[in-house]
């Protein structure tokens, strides 16, 4: 699957993994600490480490935890296929190690990350919010789209890190917003539990199961299922992979309209993907570039 972020620079500093930062974060289980561990990699919030069948996740931003991922993984066990929790502190997570593949570029792949995913929507939510570390809405959203407008808008501002970057493109993007109201509004009419972060590096290709592997739950939260769809196929063109994915996710739908509005939505996450402080000009240039394509689709839809 294409998938641009794989090349992005590191927003912030990675922390040492050194002797101090295993004490203190593996204290709970000492047996654990005189393994051999190897950086698997993470983001600003995480650090992943694997020692032969385990993986510890462990959250590095200060007063973060990882109890409302926990939660989110025993509830998904026998959805779909998730790693197994098998410890657990207030900033690690312990984990099976899942062997398993990147995502190949297969319609066949593509149906298969599309039906986990409609089975992740097909959890009950009665209303749009924030999840909170139990895995129920802490929250809650009266009005999905006014939510996602009050979170994007500030960013498009002048004085915004992303307004900055953006220039001429923001007003275009309020635009957008705001021409499609309609179409976005009833997107959002009927909150689903969404992954959050529903991007390729976070589905992975079980080859033996010809099934998919999904992590990464942190951002998990109840509004419109179509953003989902949109972060999934952000960098992906036409063609039968988006089409497999799409008859799967979203079955008996008009897929051509699905993919406009999640993409409309999915500009609320590159919008906010932008708006962070510090130099990074791959990232920049693809999401400038992404954002720059999502605009030219919507206004020639629009003529």
């Given at each position: 699957?294409?998938?641009?972020?794989?090349?992005?620079?590191?927003?912030?500093?990675?922390?040492?993994?050194?002797?101090?930062?295993?004490?203190?974060?593996?204290?709970?289980?000492?047996?654990?600490?005189?393994?051999r561990?190897?950086?698997?990699?993470?983001?600003?919030?995480?650090?992943?480490?694997?020692?032969?069948?385990v993986?510890?996740?462990?959250?590095?931003?200060?007063?973060?935890?990882?109890?409302?991922?926990?939660?989110?993984?025993?509830?998904?066990?026998?959805?779909?296929?998730?790693?197994?929790?098998?410890?657990?502190?207030?900033?690690?997570?312990?984990?099976?190690?899942?062997?398993?593949?990147e995502l190949?570029?297969?319609?066949?792949?593509?149906?298969?990350?599309?039906?986990?995913?409609?089975?992740?929507?097909?959890?009950?939510?009665?209303?749009?919010?924030?999840?909170?570390?139990?895995?129920?809405?802490?929250?809650?959203?009266?009005?999905?789209?006014?939510?996602?407008?009050?979170?994007?808008?500030p960013?498009?501002?002048?004085?915004?890190?992303?307004?900055?970057?953006?220039?001429?493109?923001?007003?275009?993007?309020?635009?957008?917003?705001?021409?499609?109201?309609?179409?976005?509004?009833?997107?959002?009419?009927?909150?689903?539990f969404?992954?959050?972060?529903?991007?390729?590096?976070?589905?992975?290709?079980?080859?033996t199961?010809?099934?998919?592997?999904?992590?990464?739950w942190?951002?998990?939260?109840h509004?419109?299922?179509?953003?989902?769809?949109?972060?999934?196929?952000?960098?992906?063109?036409?063609?039968?992979?988006?089409?497999?994915?799409?008859?799967?996710?979203?079955?008996g739908?008009?897929?051509?309209?699905?993919?406009?509005?999640?993409?409309?939505?999915?500009?609320?996450?590159l919008?906010?993907?932008?708006?962070?402080?510090?130099?990074?000009?791959?990232?920049?240039?693809d999401?400038?570039?992404?954002?720059?394509?999502?605009?030219?689709?919507?206004?020639?839809?629009?003529?």
């Amino acid at each position: 699957m294409r998938y641009a972020e794989g090349a992005w620079e590191r927003i912030g500093p990675a922390p040492a993994v050194d002797d101090a930062f295993l004490d203190l974060h593996l204290a709970p289980w000492p047996e654990l600490r005189r393994r051999r561990w190897s950086v698997l990699g993470g983001g600003l919030r995480h650090v992943n480490l694997r020692s032969e069948d385990v993986v510890a996740r462990i959250a590095v931003l200060p007063g973060s935890s990882v109890k409302k991922e926990g939660t989110l993984l025993r509830r998904m066990a026998g959805r779909v296929r998730v790693p197994r929790v098998v410890g657990e502190s207030r900033t690690v997570l312990l984990l099976e190690h899942v062997p398993h593949e990147e995502l190949p570029a297969t319609a066949d792949a593509a149906a298969r990350a599309g039906e986990a995913l409609r089975r992740v929507h097909d959890l009950p939510a009665e209303r749009g919010g924030i999840v909170g570390d139990d895995g129920t809405v802490t929250e809650p959203f009266d009005d999905v789209l006014a939510a996602l407008l009050a979170w994007g808008e500030p960013g498009l501002g002048a004085g915004a890190d992303a307004g900055r970057r953006l220039g001429p493109l923001a007003d275009r993007v309020r635009r957008a917003w705001r021409g499609t109201r309609p179409a976005l509004a009833a997107a959002c009419a009927r909150p689903t539990f969404l992954h959050g972060d529903f991007k390729p590096a976070n589905v992975k290709w079980l080859p033996t199961e010809r099934d998919v592997l999904v992590l990464d739950w942190e951002f998990a939260w109840h509004g419109p299922a179509w953003m989902d769809v949109g972060q999934f196929l952000r960098w992906e063109g036409d063609g039968p992979v988006a089409d497999a994915f799409l008859r799967a996710a979203v079955p008996g739908s008009d897929a051509r309209e699905v993919r406009r509005v999640a993409a409309l939505l999915d500009l609320f996450n590159l919008v906010g993907l932008l708006d962070r402080a510090g130099s990074a000009p791959v990232r920049e240039r693809d999401l400038l570039g992404r954002i720059r394509a999502t605009l030219e689709e919507e206004e020639k839809d629009r003529k």
